[in-house]
Nanobody
Framework: QVQLVESGGGLVQAGGSLRLSCAGSGRKYAMGWFRQAPGKEREFVAGIIWSGGSTYYTDSVKGRFTISRDIAKNTFYLQMNSLKPEDTAVYYC????????????????WGQGTQVTVSS
């Protein structure tokens, strides 16, 4: 069983930064950040292989967002820089027990979600 607890969302002006955290104990193979804007489907943002540290990003956040993890703290992060209004969404962290995929259906556990709002 993996329980995920998120923190770090908020309101920021365009061009600003936020860091999201997701703490979760238990076995996991890959961790991902997803987001869902009103009226849109949940989409992949970034992912990391827990043991090896390989990272993956959707094109729209490459160069602006950085995913990382602290194994000792059982926590992973999403550093978001140069935020844009189109980044506004509820952000979710998720854990996959067996493999890495970009599809949200492949993830076994989810955090509660945290709102990120970027004003123009």
């Amino acid at each position: 069983q993996v329980q995920l607890v998120e923190s770090g969302g908020g309101l920021v002006q365009a061009g600003g930064s936020l860091r999201l955290s997701c703490a979760g104990s238990g076995r996991k193979y890959a961790m991902g950040w997803f987001r869902q804007a009103p009226g849109k489907e949940r989409e992949f943002v970034a992912g990391i292989i827990w043991s090896g540290g390989s990272t993956y990003y959707t094109d729209s956040v490459k160069g602006r967002f950085t995913i990382s993890r602290d194994i000792a703290k059982n926590t992973f992060y999403l550093q978001m820089n140069s935020l844009k209004p189109e980044d506004t969404a509820v952000y979710y962290c998720a854990a996959s027990l067996n493999r890495f995929r970009m599809s949200p259906t492949e993830y076994d556990y989810w955090g509660q979600g945290t709102q990120v709002t970027v004003s123009s």
